[in-house]
């Protein structure tokens, strides 16, 4: 094979893979191999300079690229104007009857209208120019009429194809939004506090700052994502009929396209899909802001026009704010499992995303200074998704003459042991340990938490009581509580107090996973715990194991297998376990089993969708009792898919796949089948 031959081959497979998992979220090779491959690809195209094109693969963060800082962006004349829609503040269904009754006066119609329904993603509108089916420009939407040149940052967004496939239109221009998902966003942020460096106040602004970074090698470091939802100037390809075919031809040429839309007819179904999406907000890996709804016949786009620089076609409804005002009361510190001491606000009840918030975390001291928040400061909390509500800045032209710094306390607030902050480390701890009663409500909080021990009736305010009265110091009380004790606190009836009492006893047999995470080992997870049950099969090996035999387990490095060596050279560590099997506490172990010999060994599975009787939750844990691996996302490597209600893109991916799909009678049948000794 010639070098230009092998240079094709590679970046169209290249290609393929980064589309399969920045598109498709279905990776479809190792990371390490897809590295080889490029940098196979790098070398050819140094050795052969005259068979560099713009549109390979190795163009994203090319070499040339980093580093090499620019003095501003140049300004692009948009072909066709970049305007906006007109926004339905009116978070009710009535935001969607108005706009479908503006829509058929305007058409004098009386029959229902069709709509493409999409979302509203909350980053910044671009427009990527395709001249021949390649990348030619990438340009900010600016004011509408002119933007900024950022070609060199969008291509560092892998989504974004540097070729379009199978579209050689002379000019298509494709706009939408550039956006960073919330997973991005955390991890980005993450990262910058554990480096004391600025973080990014959401995920709109990441993007936005990204998007302007003059820099494209940092651009690189903050990773964005890209929706497809529109076209600009287009030449030589015949459109569509309607809005939705224009998404389905962007798909098919390789774009990103979100695919949570719908094509309705009608008021009702509008409301629905705000309704419907309004429910789901949290769980979509990214913000959104609401809804769009656009009337999906061009024809009639077309015959309705515009008013005011604005389509009345189309209209963003609008969901709840995820970020509210509103004034910060008081600086509370909370004193977590391990010691951590975490600011808190109290704030004036604020309705954000959803909920009424009145705490919000600061993080630790340091956020607290570089956001220069004050106590009784004018603050933006933001609660987005599952995340804890947290304070994101101050308006500080708000802030009042009586406004307060904020000072770590150098005692614990809980037990007055001293405070140290470790060097070149974020968070404060409190040195108590398990003398801090603070830190003992949480250590028995975990340890009976769901994915621990699983005593659900021990709560928070029952370990409150049972720690304040002296009753409960260690994990091992609690096997020695019964009916005279619990009678005698405040507020537990006879009915809660047998619950708790049965709870506990239904605990006594825990897998030695759950156990160990239990225990509350700093570092270990649930997933550590997972792999240090399967590689030991035993508590009393993984005591006697040293931190080189731990770091043989799969993914334990130094600083996991310290933490648990140090846990269990603690002697009061090993005296509570010893009372926890003195008090009656099982657990079962497969000493000398290997993991392999389980049924569904070496069998992933992937859980999508409502299943009817069973939580994920508890499905998951019988699959994994059985000694399947249960992922969280579909590819070539899944060997089932158990799909319930609604169950949305990895179903699509899994009959796309080819992979095998079951329903929840499927799974109880084939759980069933291993429990009474039937083979797979
Ligand atoms: S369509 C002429 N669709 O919302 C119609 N815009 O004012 C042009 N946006 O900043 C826009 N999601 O970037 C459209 N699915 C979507 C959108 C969307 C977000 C943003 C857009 C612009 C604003 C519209």
Same mark, same amino acid.
């Not at 179904?269 to 609401?290: M, N, S, T, V, Y």
């Not at 037990?415 to 070149?424: A, F, I, Y």
């Not at 994994?624 to 699509?652: H, I, P």
């Given at each position: 094979?010639?070098?230009?031959?092998?240079?094709?081959?590679?970046?169209?497979?290249?290609?393929?893979?980064?589309?399969?998992?920045?598109?498709?979220?279905?990776?479809?090779?190792?990371?390490?191999?897809?590295?080889?491959?490029?940098?196979?690809?790098?070398?050819?195209?140094?050795?052969?300079?005259?068979?560099?094109?713009?549109?390979?693969?190795?163009?994203?963060?090319?070499?040339?690229?980093?580093?090499?800082?620019?003095?501003?962006?140049?300004?692009?004349?948009?072909?066709?104007?970049?305007?906006?829609?007109?926004?339905?503040?009116?978070?009710?269904?009535?935001?969607?009857?108005?706009?479908?009754?503006?829509?058929?006066?305007?058409?004098?119609?009386?029959?229902?209208?069709?709509?493409?329904?999409?979302?509203?993603?909350?980053?910044?509108?671009?427009?990527?120019?395709?001249?021949?089916?390649?990348?030619?420009?990438?340009?900010?939407?600016?004011?509408?009429?002119?933007?900024?040149?950022?070609?060199?940052?969008?291509?560092?967004?892998?989504?974004?194809?540097?070729?379009?496939?199978?579209?050689?239109?002379?000019?298509?221009?494709?706009?939408?939004?550039?956006?960073?998902?919330?997973?991005?966003?955390?991890?980005?942020?993450?990262?910058?506090?554990?480096?004391?460096?600025?973080?990014?106040?959401?995920?709109?602004?990441?993007?936005?700052?990204?998007?302007?970074?003059?820099?494209?090698?940092?651009?690189?470091?903050?990773?964005?994502?890209?929706?497809?939802?529109?076209?600009?100037?287009?030449?030589?390809?015949?459109?569509?009929?309607?809005?939705?075919?224009?998404?389905?031809?962007?798909?098919?040429?390789?774009?990103?396209?979100?695919?949570?839309? !719908?094509?309705?007819?009608?008021?009702?179904?509008?409301?629905?899909?705000?309704?419907?999406?309004?429910?789901?907000?949290?769980?979509?890996?990214?913000?959104?802001?609401?809804?769009?709804?656009?009337?999906?016949?061009?024809?009639?786009?077309?015959?309705?026009?515009?008013?005011?620089?604005?389509?009345?076609?189309?209209?963003?409804?609008?969901?709840?704010?995820?970020?509210?005002?509103?004034?910060?009361?008081?600086?509370?510190?909370?004193?977590?499992?391990?010691?951590?001491?975490?600011?808190?606000?109290?704030?004036?009840?604020?309705?954000?995303?959803?909920?009424?918030?009145?705490?919000?975390?600061?993080?630790?001291?340091?956020?607290?200074?570089?956001?220069?928040?004050?106590?009784?400061?004018?603050?933006?909390?933001?609660?987005?998704?599952?995340?804890?509500?947290?304070?994101?800045?101050?308006?500080?032209?708000?802030?009042?003459?009586?406004?307060?710094?904020?000072?770590?306390?150098?005692?614990?607030?809980?037990?007055?042991?001293?405070?140290?902050?470790?060097?070149?480390?974020?968070?404060?701890?409190?040195?108590?340990?398990?003398?801090?009663?603070?830190?003992?409500?949480?250590?028995?909080?975990?340890?009976?938490?769901?994915?621990?021990?699983?005593?659900?009736?021990?709560?928070?305010?029952?370990?409150?009581?049972?720690?304040?009265?002296?009753?409960?110091?260690?994990?091992?009380?609690?096997?020695?509580?019964?009916?005279?004790?619990? !009678?005698?606190?405040?507020?537990?009836?006879?009915?809660?107090?047998?619950?708790?009492?049965?709870?506990?006893?239904?605990?006594?047999?825990?897998?030695?996973?759950?156990?160990?995470?239990?225990?509350?080992?700093?570092?270990?997870?649930?997933?550590?715990?997972?792999?240090?049950?399967?590689?030991?099969?035993?508590?009393?090996?993984?005591?006697?194991?040293?931190?080189?035999?731990?770091?043989?387990?799969?993914?334990?490095?130094?600083?996991?297998?310290?933490?648990?060596?140090?846990?269990?050279?603690?002697?009061?560590?090993?005296?509570?376990?010893?009372?926890?099997?003195?008090?009656?506490?099982?657990?079962?172990?497969?000493?000398?089993?290997?993991?392999?010999?389980?049924?569904?060994?070496?069998?992933?599975?992937?859980?999508?969708?409502?299943?009817?009787?069973?939580?994920?939750?508890?499905?998951?844990?019988?699959?994994?009792?059985?000694?399947?691996?249960?992922?969280?996302?579909?590819?070539?490597?899944?060997?089932?898919?158990?799909?319930?209600?609604?169950?949305?893109?990895?179903?699509?991916?899994?009959?796309?796949?080819?992979?095998?799909?079951?329903?929840?009678?499927?799974?109880?049948?084939?759980?069933?089948?291993?429990?009474?000794?039937?083979?797979?």
């Amino acid at each position: 094979m010639s070098a230009a031959e092998r240079i094709t081959r590679l970046r169209a497979e290249l290609e393929q893979h980064s589309y399969n998992y920045y598109v498709l979220d279905t990776p479809t090779i190792p990371d390490a191999e897809y590295d080889k491959l490029f940098r196979e690809l790098q070398a050819l195209e140094d050795q052969y300079p005259e068979l560099k094109t713009a549109d390979s693969p190795t163009q994203r963060v090319g070499d040339k690229n980093l580093g090499k800082k620019r003095e501003g962006f140049e300004a692009v004349r948009h072909a066709v104007p970049m305007l906006s829609i007109r926004t339905e503040t009116d978070t009710e269904a009535s935001g969607a009857t108005n706009f479908d009754a503006r829509v058929r006066n305007a058409l004098g119609r009386d029959g229902e209208v069709e709509y493409a329904c999409e979302l509203k993603f909350d980053g910044l509108a671009v427009n990527l120019r395709y001249e021949h089916g390649l990348l030619f420009q990438a340009a900010t939407r600016g004011d509408g009429e002119t933007g900024e040149d950022v070609t060199q940052n969008v291509l560092t967004i892998h989504s974004i194809p540097l070729r379009l496939h199978d579209c050689q239109a002379e000019v298509l221009e494709v706009r939408g939004e550039v956006y960073m998902s919330r997973k991005d966003f955390n991890r980005y942020n993450d990262k910058q506090r554990e480096l004391g460096l600025p973080t990014l106040v959401n995920p709109r602004n990441g993007a936005a700052g990204s998007i302007r970074q003059l820099d494209p090698a940092l651009a690189a470091k903050r990773p964005l994502s890209f929706f497809a939802y529109g076209l600009g100037e287009v030449k030589g390809w015949t459109l569509p009929a309607t809005h939705s075919g224009i998404l389905d031809a962007l798909a098919s040429f390789g774009m990103p396209v979100c695919d949570e839309r !719908s094509v309705v007819s009608g008021a009702q179904a509008l409301a629905e899909f705000h309704q419907r999406i309004a429910a789901k907000r949290d769980a979509l890996p990214f913000d959104i802001d609401g809804v769009v709804y656009k009337v999906n016949s061009l024809a009639l786009q077309q015959e309705l026009g515009f008013v005011s620089r604005e389509p009345r076609w189309a209209v963003a409804h609008k969901f709840p704010a995820e970020e509210q005002i509103t004034i910060l009361r008081d600086i509370e510190i909370q004193v977590g499992r391990t010691g951590k001491l975490t600011p808190v606000a109290k704030l004036e009840p604020v309705f954000v995303g959803g909920t009424t918030v009145s705490n919000a975390t600061l993080h630790n001291e340091d956020e607290i200074r570089r956001k220069d928040v004050h106590i009784g400061d004018t603050v933006i909390v933001r609660r987005a998704g599952d995340v804890i509500p947290e304070v994101v800045g101050v308006l500080i032209e708000k802030r009042q003459a009586n406004a307060r710094a904020f000072v770590m306390p150098t005692t614990c607030p809980v037990c007055g042991s001293h405070v140290v902050r470790e060097e070149g480390e974020a968070d404060a701890r409190c040195t108590g340990g398990l003398f801090c009663p603070a830190q003992r409500k949480q250590a028995l909080l975990h340890f009976a938490g769901r994915r621990a021990m699983n005593i659900e009736e021990l709560g928070d305010k029952m370990v409150e009581q049972l720690v304040d009265g002296g009753i409960v110091g260690t994990p091992a009380d609690i096997y020695r509580l019964d009916m005279d004790v619990l !009678s005698n606190l405040e507020g537990v009836r006879e009915q809660s107090g047998q619950n708790l009492l049965k709870a506990i006893e239904r605990s006594k047999q825990p897998t030695l996973a759950r156990f160990i995470y239990a225990l509350g080992i700093r570092n270990v997870g649930e997933t550590t715990a997972k792999d240090l049950a399967r590689h030991f099969g035993s508590l009393d090996k993984l005591k006697a194991a040293d931190e080189s035999l731990l770091q043989q387990v799969p993914d334990v490095g130094p600083v996991v297998a310290q933490s648990v060596a140090a846990f269990f050279a603690e002697s009061h560590n090993c005296q509570v376990i010893a009372e926890l099997r003195i008090a009656g506490v099982l657990l079962q172990e497969h000493e000398g089993e290997p993991i392999n010999t389980l049924p569904l060994s070496g069998k992933t599975f992937v859980l999508t969708g409502t299943l009817p009787s069973m939580s994920r939750d508890e499905a998951k844990a019988k699959l994994e009792a059985l000694g399947a691996k249960v992922a969280g996302s579909v590819s070539k490597k899944t060997d089932y898919v158990v799909a319930g209600d609604e169950a949305g893109s990895k179903l699509d991916k899994a009959r796309e796949l080819g992979v095998p799909v079951m329903d929840e009678q499927a799974l109880i049948q084939l759980l069933g089948n291993h429990l009474y000794g039937g083979h797979a």
